[in-house]
């Protein structure tokens, strides 16, 4: 990054231009707790191969780890703060999208863990920002979340029978809740715990693969 970043591009993220040809959608990436702008970078060859990719860093700190936003426990989010991060990284995402030239309302987030859980927070408060999400290790972000429309938004949940945080029922919760307004959800269930699992990656990426880009 250099001195003549707009002040809403001052956070650590690496940006990697789409290559000629490339037919699916750019991705925006979204690392785990204690993970960084980098560590999903690998995933665009499998999920949208020479696409556009957008990476930040989540610019909370919790003992050193980086996350997106904070919480009160584990899987006890401070809601207040989420929805001003997801704020904040909208609005780190449209200056972005307008300085690397990556069209509005096409980016699929693509989030692990406590990525996924603010590209969550941010289809329900910016439901027009992102064109999809597959979210890895999810859970639900907001007790109520707010009343969007979420028409024509595509998420992929992509959670594992083996979660030792997640249950069945919190899967079911936040697809019922993103269904309720209007995102076209599909369930890629695995039978592993908190993790990628390359299975469940793969039908992911079938899945992105027929998201036509404009
Ligand atoms: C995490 O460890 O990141 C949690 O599973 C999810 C979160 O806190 O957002």
Redesign the pocket.
């Known amino acids: 990054m250099s001195g003549d970043l707009p002040a809403t591009l001052e956070r650590p993220h690496v940006f990697v231009p789409a290559e000629p040809g490339a037919a699916g959608p750019p991705l925006l990436l979204l690392h785990?707790?204690g993970g960084s702008e980098h560590d999903l970078v690998p995933l665009r060859n499998l999920l949208s191969p020479g696409a556009a990719v957008l990476s930040p860093r989540g610019m909370v700190l919790e003992g050193g780890m980086s996350?997106f936003f904070r919480?009160l426990a584990?899987?006890v989010?401070d809601e207040d703060d989420l929805s001003r991060r997801a704020d904040e990284l909208a609005d780190f995402v449209t200056a972005a999208s307008s300085a690397y030239s990556i069209a509005t309302g096409t980016l699929v987030a693509v989030g692990f863990?406590?990525g996924s859980?603010i590209a969550s927070a941010m289809l329900l408060g910016h439901p027009r920002l992102l064109r999809g999400a597959l979210l890895v290790?999810a859970?639900v972000p907001y007790a109520s979340p707010p009343t969007v429309d979420l028409s024509g938004v595509d998420v992929l949940v992509s959670n594992g029978e083996r979660d030792p945080?997640i249950p069945a029922s919190m899967t079911a919760e936040l697809g019922r809740q993103l269904r309720e307004r209007g995102a076209h959800v599909t369930d890629l269930p695995h039978g592993g715990g908190?993790q990628l699992d390359p299975g469940s990656l793969r039908r992911a990426a079938k899945l992105l693969g027929s998201l036509a880009r404009p």
């Open positions: 785990g707790t996350r919480r584990e899987g989010f863990s406590n859980n290790a859970m945080m908190h």
